[in-house]
């Protein structure tokens, strides 16, 4: 939450970010298991039984930590074990030597549409003229044919299993174009007896395919594909303008059982004032749904100033059991807020006081429990000062507030170390799995972790 206090120029994603911080410690601390519902009105009570408003401090955390380990129980890293071995496979034997350098510069080339007088070069990166086929042998990769449309490498695994590496891009898709694509090339050097400096101007222009597919294959038998399906409509085409255009983005990603929905991205900023940007994901094991996350934001964006963003909502729910979710109103007049508690009112307790008054006033977003809609518990800020003896200074903290509201508790103390000591160590167990199982652990960054002991 300190680095939202700091952020002094503001952009569409980091006005999305702020308002998921006032969320994510919550959701992160959620990401796990309940299986017993917890004392005093768990999920398992109908009606108006079991409010789980009514659930203690002590009785919150306990279906927090089931809820996040229960979570952490369905990632079972032997699930990717058949890829990290491709992958490792791959990295220690895949020498590309020229072949595919010299492919990719040719494909490059393919690209250069013009150069003009001024030595500017025009280009458009077009999936069409990346294709070819290539496979591993002997130690080499070769190209084994051209045929157009995919992009394919074929290799054995460490098994001698044949493998499959396919990459597929419709040729039609939407030609797109923005100054931030735009690169310099410099070339400079020493010859016949003169230093030279030169450097030329390239811009560079893209077509998105409507539709992208890859795959990977172990003897015929799929570990993982992915799909994303774009629509963009341009207002002033190639030319991107992010105050007027519209994307739609869906995608799904599955790695053997798991897998990720991205049900709908979309961006659209041609609704004049119900301009909007929108996003919803799920993730899956099996058929059993993990995780749904959503995220809409309204407002404007203007290309040369700052957007202005007039709410945004946030909802996640973990396994049916944690939800979190609710809304952030006015942005940007938030972020002025902290930005003045931290410049001008840190000496200022009343100011300060009253600059979190008006935040808590546009902000809604609270813990729930198996879907209900009375609050378990919701978040705000308060005012904090820290003294230092010969100083100190107001800052603003996020706090959880119960139901009656009469219970504050910072985010330091109802998400500490101590309560979640097993969900930390079982997240930190899975990450280091995952690191060694890729080759990316390194015993000098080993997660050291002496838990508080604050009550």
Sequence with gaps: QKTIRIMKKKNWLIMLCMAMALALPAVLTSCGDDEDGSTNGGGNNGGNGGNTSELTVSQQKERLESTA????????????QSIADLFEQVTDNGDPGDVLSDWFETCADACKLTVLGN??????????????????????????????????????????????????????????????????????????GQWYNDKHFKENSFVVPDKVTVTLSQGGTKLATATVNTKLTLSNGPEVDLGKDKAYVTAELMVNDYKIVVEKAQYNMAGGSNNTATASAKLYKGSELLVTASASAAGTVREEDDPIVKSVSVSCDVLGKVQVRGTVNNVNQISDYLDDISEKYYNNEEATKNAIRKINELTDLGLYFDGRQDKSAEVKYQARYDDYG????????????????????????????????????????????????????????????APSHRK
């Design 69 to 80: 380990l229960e979570l952490m129980g369905k990632v079972n890293t032997n699930d990717f």
């Design 119 to 192: 030595g500017t070069e025009r280009y458009l990166y077009t999936a069409s003229n990346f294709y070819g086929q290539f496979t591993y042998s002997n130690g080499r990769w070769k190209q084994t044919g051209k045929e157009s449309g995919n992009l394919t490498f074929n290799f054995n695994n460490q098994n001698g299993t044949p493998c499959q590496l396919k990459v597929t891009a419709t040729a039609k898709g939407t030609t797109l174009h923005h100054n931030s694509f735009d690169t310099w090339d410099y070339d400079y050097g020493y010859y016949n």
């Design 390 to 449: 010969y100083n100190g200074y107001w800052s603003e903290e996020q706090v959880v507030v119960f139901p009656d509201g009469s219970a504050y508790q910072s985010f330091e103390e109802y998400f500490d170390e101590y309560t979640y000591d097993s969900v930390i160590r079982k997240f930190e167990d899975i990450c280091e799995q995952f690191a060694k199982m890729f080759g990316c652990d390194d015993d000098n960054d080993r997660y050291s972790y």
